[in-house]
Nanobody, 123 residues
């Protein structure tokens, strides 16, 4: 069992920045791929960014160039730096763990999820 706790969400104006954090409970965190997803009201949960245990990263086209995912294995934490935020980035953001490396964009392949943190971008 892996417990994930997200933090760092909030209200920000368009063009602003936020950094989300996701702390994991397991020491084997470093061996897992980690992903960030988001879900806006009335929409399906969608992929945002992911990072493998080796540090390779991937991003949704909608956030490429604005968001950066990183990880600190010593702290069992993954981060999502979000810059140049837009109102359409408003959503609940979730981090997730994928124990067996597969498609990083597929929500069905993630094993554990955090409770989510709200990000609201005002225009």
């Amino acid at each position: 069992q892996v417990q994930l706790v997200e933090s760092g969400g909030g209200l920000v104006q368009a063009g602003g920045s936020l950094r989300l954090s996701c702390a994991a409970s397991r020491r084997t965190f470093s061996t897992y791929a980690m992903g960030w997803f988001r879900q806006a009201p009335g929409k399906e949960r969608e992929f945002v960014a992911a990072i493998t245990s080796g540090g390779s990263t991937g991003y949704a086209d909608s956030v490429k160039g604005r968001f950066t995912i990183s990880r600190d294995n010593a702290k069992n934490t993954v981060y999502l730096q979000m810059n140049s935020l837009k109102p359409e980035d408003t959503a609940v953001y979730y981090c997730a763990v994928q124990r067996s490396l597969g498609s990083l964009t597929d929500t069905r392949l993630y094993d554990y999820w955090g409770q989510g943190t709200q990000v609201t971008v005002s225009s």
